[in-house]
C-alpha cells in the first residue's frame, strides 16, 4: 500500500444531548490516512481544508482514533472513533464526540476508498 490512502465519510448524528450536534446532522468530509513507526493517523478535510488529525492504530481488526482539542482551546472536544466493519473499499464504525459539560454525540460513520486519481 503506498501513498496515501483518501476515503470518503459520511457521518450521521444517531444520539446527542450537545447543542452543537442535532440527530440526523449528516458531514460529508474526507479522510486520508497515512501511518509511520508512531502510529496511524487519520486527517480529516472538508472543502480542501484540513480540519482535524486523528491519531491511533489497528487494534483486534479494529481501527481505534482519537482527537482532542488543545486545553488553550475555549470549546473542549474529545472525539473518539471506532471503525470495527473493515472491508477493502468500506469501513464502518461510530465516532462519540465529547462536547462542553461533558455532552455526548454519537454518529455513525462510514467510509467509502476514494477512486484512485
Known amino acids: 500500500q503506498s501513498g496515501n490512502d483518501r476515503w470518503n465519510s459520511t457521518s450521521i448524528c444517531k444520539e446527542s444531548d450537545c447543542s ?46 482519537r482527537f482532542k ?7 473542549q472536544v474529545d472525539r473518539q472513533v471506532v471503525l470495527n466493519q473493515i472491508e477493502n473499499n468500506v469501513m464502518k464504525g461510530t465516532e462519540i464526540i465529547t462536547g462542553e459539560n461533558n455532552c455526548t454525540a454519537r454518529f455513525s460513520v462510514e467510509l467509502a476508498r476514494a477512486p484512485k486519481k
Open 69 to 75: 482539542t488543545d486545553s488553550a482551546v475555549a470549546k
Open 20 to 65: 452543537d450536534y442535532v440527530i440526523g446532522d449528516q458531514r460529508a468530509d474526507v479522510w486520508e490516512f497515512t501511518a509511520d513507526s508512531a502510529g496511524m493517523f487519520a486527517k480529516v478535510f472538508n472543502n480542501s481544508k484540513l480540519v482535524r488529525v486523528f491519531s491511533g492504530g489497528f487494534t483486534n481488526n479494529e481501527i481505534h482514533l
